[in-house]
């Protein structure tokens, strides 16, 4: 069963990262832009593509972990300084949407999100790689 774990902000993406460092199985980090109180993001790519990630979820996401990671508002995702770690190596994001699986190279981002192909093609790539955990990435540097 797909396990979806809600992450608010860099510092808890770190947190929830090192508590998984062993953890056995494929885990997948998706951004997106923060909702309001009616559940829409300010990130019109982000709504478009919401509805297909979550089928690919469904669909071909098993025995996986999913961090749901909310990349803040939009002042927040826009400043390109040292102060946003999402922008930073390792993860390096440049857009939202996006979609990687962690320990891994594979990503999807954008406008990528919207085409099912696509990420039924990312789920089969990780699900061959996710076997016993590989050295955990180090996020923390």
Known sequence: MTEYVPVRGYQELQNF??????????????????????GKSWCPDCVDAE????????????????LVIDVGNRDAWMDSSDKNG?????????????LLHWKGVERLEGDQLLK???????FE??????GPPSSARNINK
Do not use: C
């Open 17 to 38: 990262l090192k508590a998984y460092e062993n953890k056995q199985g494929p885990i997948y980090l998706y951004f997106y832009g923060e909702k309001d109180s009616k």
């Open 51 to 66: 509805e297909t990630i979550m089928t690919a979820f469904r669909n071909h996401a098993r025995q996986a972990i999913v």
């Open 86 to 98: 999402f922008r930073k190596p390792p993860l390096s994001l440049s857009s939202i949407p996006s």
């Open 116 to 122: 099912s192909s696509l990420l039924e093609l990312f």
């Open 125 to 130: 790539e990780t699900s061959l790689k996710s």
